[in-house]
Nanobody
Framework: QVQLVESGGGLVQAGGSLRLSCVVS????????MGWFRQAPGKEREFVAA????????SYADSMKDRFTISRDNARNTVYLQMNSLKPEDTAVYSC???????????????WGQGTQVTVSS
């Protein structure tokens, strides 16, 4: 069973940075891709970034690619999301997800973490 545990969220002022972590246990071939998504109150879940354990370029939402960086540490089974120049509109619950393919749609991911709250104050 694949399990995902996020950490690193919190309260930060606009312009600040946070690094989120997602530790994966029970990793299998069906969880080769890792994605970060976010959901703000009253809004649909939104794709942020995705990467695969096996290599290749990561993918990003256009609106976040200049400020956010996704990376992985295969030895630690951990995926990171470095978020810089944060804005109040980045406030959301951020969740990591695992699935077979690196795609932008939540429905393509099988396993999900519980999420971590990121709040950006103005």
């Amino acid at each position: 069973q694949v399990q995902l545990v996020e950490s690193g969220g919190g309260l930060v002022q606009a312009g600040g940075s946070l690094r989120l972590s997602c530790v994966v246990s029970g990793r299998t071939a069906s969880a080769n891709a890792m994605g970060w998504f976010r959901q703000a109150p009253g809004k649909e879940r939104e794709f942020v970034a995705a990467i695969t354990w096996s290599g290749g370029s990561p993918s990003y939402a256009d609106s976040m690619k200049d400020r956010f960086t996704i990376s992985r540490d295969n030895a630690r089974n951990t995926v990171y999301l470095q978020m810089n120049s944060l804005k109040p509109e980045d406030t959301a619950v951020y969740s990591c997800a695992a699935g077979p393919y690196r795609i932008k749609y939540p429905s393509g991911y099988t396993y999900w973490g519980q999420g971590t709250q990121v709040t950006v104050s103005s």
